[in-house]
C-alpha cells in the first residue's frame, strides 16, 4: 500500500462467545460507509467448532458437547477455544485496492514473520489456506467478503489445549496434525502475542507505527 494509509482501529475483546462477535461483524460490514474506519478485532472465543461455507458434516468427526456453528466464511472445520489468538480483519478491500488474494497471503506472511521472530520456521501451503511448522498447522484462515469488504480473518495457536482437532479433520484434511506455539517453546502469553500480532499486520497494511489498541469490551 502506498500513500498516507486509511483509518484503522485496532480492538482488543478479550474472550468471547463465538455467535454474538460473528454478528456484529456482519452487521458492522453491512452498515459501514465510505469513510468507515477499517478494524481489526483481536479476541480468544470460547469452546466452539466452526465449519465455512464449505464445511462437510464428514469431517466432523466426533463434536461432544462442544457446540457446532454454521459460519458464513470460507474453507472447512476448525476449532476455536481459550489460548488461541483470533484476529478478525473488517477491511475495505476496494478502497485499499487489495484483492482477496493479497489480503490472505498478508495473514499468513504476517504469522510467519511472527513466528521467525521467535527463531520458529514456518511456511504456508498454497494447497492449502494457512501456515504450518514441520507439517503441523498452527494457524487456519477463513474469509469472507461482502459489498467488497472483508470480515473473518485467522486464528493462531498459542497456548490452548489440542485436544479438541482431534474431534474434527482440521480444515477437512483427515489426520492434519496441529500445533502451538507454547509447544514450540514460544512462551509470550496471548496478550503480549496479540500485540506483536497487530503491530505486523499493522504494517503490512502501511502504517509505520501501530494504532493503538482499545479495549474493549466483548
Known sequence: MTGDPVPLQIHHLGLCDYLPV???????TDRRGPQTPDQIWLLQHFPVFTQGQAGRAEHLLDPGDIPVVQADRGGQVTYHGPGQLIAYLLIDLRRRRLG??????LLEQSVVELLAGHGVAAAPRPEAPGVYVDGRKIAALGLRVRRGCSFHGLSLNVAM??????????????????????????????????????????????????????????
Do not use: K
Open 100 to 105: 482477496v488474494r493479497a489480503l490472505v497471503t
Open 161 to 218: 489445549d489440542l485436544a479438541p482437532f482431534s474431534r474434527i479433520d482440521p480444515c477437512g484434511y483427515p489426520g492434519l496434525q496441529v500445533t502451538q506455539m507454547a509447544d514450540l517453546g514460544i512462551d509470550t502469553g496471548i496478550d503480549a502475542t496479540a500485540v506483536e500480532l497487530a503491530r505486523i499486520l499493522a504494517a503490512r497494511l502501511g502504517y509505520n507505527e501501530p494504532p493503538p489498541l482499545l479495549r474493549t469490551e466483548p
Open 22 to 28: 460473528w454478528r456484529r461483524m456482519q452487521a458492522f
